[in-house]
């Protein structure tokens, strides 16, 4: 497989002597980097998903609001306790 540069970005120094401080055995900055970009990309993937499904399900009208699901979670969490109320 072929293989992909990204854009040369220009750093401080200091974050340059951080992240070199931070490297394991044998990590390069280029896999610091890499795996870097990498994990920031899922985690925006993953966001992007999880709004596309919160407004799918809105739009299906199985939309659940932030309150219905604290008194729900609430509630089971008092239950585990033994503090049940309802």
């Known amino acids: 497989m ?8 220009r750093v401080a ?11 394991a055995e044998g ?6 980097i ?3 970009v990498t994990q920031h990309a899922d985690a925006r993937a993953a966001q992007r998903d999880f ?6 399900a ?3 009208g199985q939309w659940v ?6 008194r729900t979670v ?4 008092l239950r585990a306790r033994g503090k049940s109320k309802a």
């Open 2 to 9: 072929k293989t992909a540069l990204l854009p040369a970005t």
């Open 13 to 23: 120094p200091a974050l340059r002597k951080r992240v070199e401080a931070l490297l």
């Open 27 to 32: 990590e390069t900055v280029s896999s610091f």
């Open 51 to 56: 709004v596309q499904r919160g407004l799918a």
């Open 65 to 70: 609001s932030a309150e219905r699901v604290y």
């Open 74 to 77: 609430k509630k089971a969490a």
């Open 58 to 60: 809105e739009a299906d």
């Open 34 to 36: 890499e795996a870097a």
